[in-house]
Nanobody
Framework: QVQLLESGGGLVQPGGSLRLSCEAS????????MGWYRRAPGQQIELVAT???????NYAASVQGRFTISRDIGKKTIYLQMNNLSPGDTATYYC????????????WGQGLQVTVSS
């Protein structure tokens, strides 16, 4: 069983920065990608950024140029550096891990609250 431990959320003023971390533990058979998703109040969950097992990254248009996803393979950890935050980034952020066949699976973290407010 894979578990995802998230950290780094909180309250920040507009224009500020936060760094989220997500450490995976357990037996990962074949990871395809890890990433961050978010759900704002009253909204559907949306992709923020992903990074594949080859290091390829993908970003939502709304965060492109402000957010950077990175990873530390040895620590089985991904990071999300969020800069120039705005109130529109307020949401619960979830870490996600996708596993490829022969044991396809998807895992989610508990979620981190990020609030951008003055």
């Amino acid at each position: 069983q894979v578990q995802l431990l998230e950290s780094g959320g909180g309250l920040v003023q507009p224009g500020g920065s936060l760094r989220l971390s997500c450490e995976a533990s357990g037996v990962i058979v074949r990871m395809r990608a890890m990433g961050w998703y978010r759900r704002a109040p009253g909204q559907q969950i949306e992709l923020v950024a992903t990074i594949t097992n080859t290091g390829a990254t993908n970003y939502a248009a709304s965060v492109q140029g402000r957010f950077t996803i990175s990873r530390d393979i040895g620590k089985k950890t991904i990071y999300l550096q969020m800069n120039n935050l705005s109130p529109g980034d307020t949401a619960t952020y979830y870490c996600n891990l996708e596993q490829s066949p022969p044991v396809p699976a998807e895992y989610w973290g508990q979620g981190l609250q990020v609030t951008v407010s003055s």
